[in-house]
């Protein structure tokens, strides 16, 4: 599906202004890091100013709140939110279940585990009614929370769910027994907007959209409310977006700063005050199979995980 192109929407637009040419014969004034502005206000760190309460400890467990992270972008920070976020909210007491809906698997891989040796995934769970969720639930390495793994198999689900009666709702029916065992559900989405997402969007009460602080990550936000829209309006009307989280942030580029104030400017509180900042730590969990909080528990990443935790329990 195309994102690009014709989905210019204001954002865009209003943007364009914010990327400076890079300047000829080495004119420092219009390089990437320019202008010394004299007043580096980072909005980021202006911004992050609300202090939230810590979450209450839970006497019982269930039903669970489930979450699809989504945006039709690839590289956006969707699954390293997903594991993350899963990870940190399983340290305030939550039972987390993660579902991977990404045929790529990356969630399960992020996990440690090789998705491409398992015999059963959520793809058999969506297309055979004896084949139940419990079947494929594994426990990952963080006590509390559990992966429903994918692998390439998922990719011929969406064509074959095209002919199945009430496709858009599969997962959505598929979950619905392990929901009074989880506090939260999150679901890590595909890079489109195709059935697959739209399941995922029919199954979840929230949304949480994770955006790369580049110019370029605005493009096709505008396609992805609309979506969101006309899945509340004509599947779901649960759906609801939980909040705008931006990702890969750097604050010592006047272009991030200015992408991130203009994704606040559009959208206001719906963004999250946690910013997740660009550090390598994140690809080495990937390499490492578990999240940020255990491989490092102090770091930024991990904090701002935590503090991410705890505004998706205060909204
Ligand atoms: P998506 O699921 O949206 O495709 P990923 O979460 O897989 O995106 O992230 C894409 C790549 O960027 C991965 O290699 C991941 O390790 C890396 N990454 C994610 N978040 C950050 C971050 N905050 N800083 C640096 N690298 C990141
Ligand atoms: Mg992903």
Redesign the pocket.
Known sequence: MSTSGEDSTLLDVDLRATVRRPGRDGDSADAEEPRPTGRAVDPAQARATRTLPEPAPLQSHGPARVVALC?Q?????????TINLGAALTEYGRRVLLVDF?PQG?LSVGLGIQPHQLDRTIYDVLMESSVTLDDVLLKTNVPGMDLVPSNIDLSAAEVQLVNEVAREQTLARALAPALPDYDLVLI?CQ?SLGLLTVNALTAADGVII?LECEFFSLRGVALLIDTIEKVRERLNPRLHIEGILA??YDSRTVHGREVFARVVEAFGDTVYDTV????????E??VAGEPITTWAPSSS?ALQYRNLAKEVLTR
Do not use: E, H, L
């Not at 997740?276 to 690809?283: A, K, L």
């Open positions: 945006n972008k690839g590289g956006v920070g969707k699954t390293t939110s990404d990356a890590d890079p994770p990702t890969m997740i900042t660009r550090t390598v730590r994140f690809p969990t990937t990443g």
